[in-house]
């Protein structure tokens, strides 16, 4: 009888090795700088994400030449990724708060990791695209659970600046995206795009295995809430979808109109079922507190303008004669001001200056910069000042207002918190890219310029509303969660 639990015995060890949380050696637990190791470990996945997201749209031209598809159908490389993994931001995170979020991270890297080597080797266009959504899956359990891995891991008085070089290596992966995009395609093939995901992959597996701490505060789940996920998907797929086919897609109007109302109605459904079932995927109290509900819209609003001149400023350089390499280099400015006011900020900014004062900050000088650009000429030498003026002020705004945020969120959801943040940030990705677009669409008949001066409108318009998020987040003491962390 012995010799028959034995073997059974055996067997269940896997399983279990698979679902279980393993320590950091005592060598790296007991280092004081331990909570910077973790840190800088999760920029990789940070780093990664913003890269892969900047660099695909290189390769649109050599996948049209080599799988003979047109341009709307190239463009699902990129769509079908961001659709999934806006879809999946949540529901990854509330797994993580049940289950771990080192281990999530983890298996969201290894994910991310085989699916990019899927990539490369794809047969055809469709099964790149397949490739792409399983690619987005590991994204989204690496990204719902980047902001919360720093937040446990630095100590509280350190957060901001942990979130601050977590936020300047998405910059940097934004800012080389086009660079490396380049090179490689050029050189390489559109494969290797794809290929120096792994890497970089194999690299994080590592560090993060022996860097990261183990999850410390958990949230009980009976059961999964399935039908939540698809109500959320449905809502912003739909949404993202209408938004991509307003700014200029052949759907007809009626086509529009049809999207925005299936995901209205999927949003509202989403919220009642929330309500309602015993076992919710996000816990609509956390978008009471205020910290939480005005950072949201910050976030969106941040994003927004971060990557609305990703389009606008290519558009209107090269309409006036200037090279896509010349477009690229005066874009740095962008997230090189970022990158440099996320990580220094701390020590040039007064100590006694609040979250809440940052974010003022921060957006009163971005909102000044896409103001100007409505007034000077779109030509490279004030495009460069105004990009980088507009990154030092969204450098100064987003670690503190995702400080504000994740402080107001009690440890226990901070991976739901930590999903939230990213599915607002990607939905603010998606409008920046989608009404910038729609602008220069809708004024194509006036010329670049008419369009550029709206698109211009729009991005200060989302500065303004950052500003008024800013302005009505919570004092100090104020807005904080109901369990502290």
């Known amino acids: 009888m012995v010799a028959n639990m034995t073997p059974r015995r055996d067997r269940s060890r896997w399983p279990a090795a698979l679902t279980r949380e393993r320590a950091r050696p005592e060598v790296i637990r007991s280092r004081p700088d331990a909570w910077w190791l973790a840190v800088g470990t999760v920029c990789f996945g940070a780093f990664m994400g913003q890269l892969d997201a900047s660099i695909v749209t290189l390769t649109y031209g050599s996948l049209r030449t080599g799988f003979h598809a047109s341009l709307a159908a190239v463009e699902w490389v990129s769509l079908a990724y961001l659709l999934t993994l806006v879809a999946l931001l949540v529901p990854a995170g509330r797994l993580a708060d049940a289950h771990g979020r080192k281990l999530l991270y983890l298996y969201g890297f290894a994910v991310f990791t085989l ?100 999850t410390r505060a958990r949230t009980k789940v009976a059961r999964f809430d399935w039908s939540g996920l698809a109500l959320l998907a449905v809502a912003t797929t739909s949404a993202l979808l209408g938004v991509s086919a307003a700014s200029g897609l052949a759907v007809p109007g009626w086509g529009v109109a049809l999207l925005f109302v299936v995901a209205a109605v999927a949003g509202r459904q989403f919220v009642r079922r929330q309500r309602r079932t015993a076992a919710p995927l996000l816990d609509l109290d956390l978008l009471r507190v205020r910290a939480v509900a005005t950072g949201l819209i910050g976030a969106l609003s941040g994003y927004l303008v971060l990557f609305g001149p990703l389009v606008l400023v290519p558009v209107v350089l090269t309409a006036r004669g200037s090279s896509e390499l010349t477009a690229g280099a005066v874009l740095t400015a962008l997230p090189a001001g970022f990158a440099l006011a996320a990580t220094g900020g701390d020590r040039l900014l007064p100590g006694s200056l609040t979250d809440r004062g940052r974010c003022l900050a921060g957006a009163g000088v971005f909102a000044l910069a896409t103001a100007a650009l409505l007034f000077v000429p779109l030509t490279t030498g004030p495009l460069v000042p105004l990009l980088a003026l507009t990154g030092l002020g969204l450098g100064t705004f987003t670690p503190a207002n995702n400080t504000m945020i994740m402080g107001a969120i009690p440890a226990r959801s901070s991976g739901t918190g930590g999903g939230l943040v990213n599915m607002t940030r990607g939905l603010g990705t998606a409008l920046g890219v989608a009404l910038v677009t729609l602008a220069l669409h809708l004024v194509a008949g006036g010329g670049v310029r008419a369009g550029a001066r709206w698109a211009a409108a729009v991005l200060l318009a989302a500065s303004v509303l950052a500003a008024v998020s800013a302005w009505l987040g919570p004092r100090d003491g104020q807005g904080t969660a109901p369990e502290t962390r």
């Not at 290929?195 to 701490?213: D, E, I, K, R, S």
Request: with cysteine.
């Open 115 to 214: 699916a990019s080597a899927a990539c490369g080797f794809a047969p055809s266009l469709w099964a790149l695209v397949a490739f792409r959504v399983v690619q987005a899956a590991g994204a989204a359990m690496m990204q719902a659970n980047s902001v919360a891995l720093v937040t446990t891991s630095a100590p509280r008085e350190r957060m901001r600046s942990a979130l601050g070089v977590q936020a300047a290596a998405q910059a940097l992966g934004l800012a080389l995206g086009p660079t490396v995009g380049g090179v490689l395609v050029s050189t390489l093939g559109w494969r290797w795009v794809f290929f120096v995901n792994v890497p970089v992959g194999l690299v994080a597996l590592v560090g993060g295995h022996y860097l990261l701490p183990r």
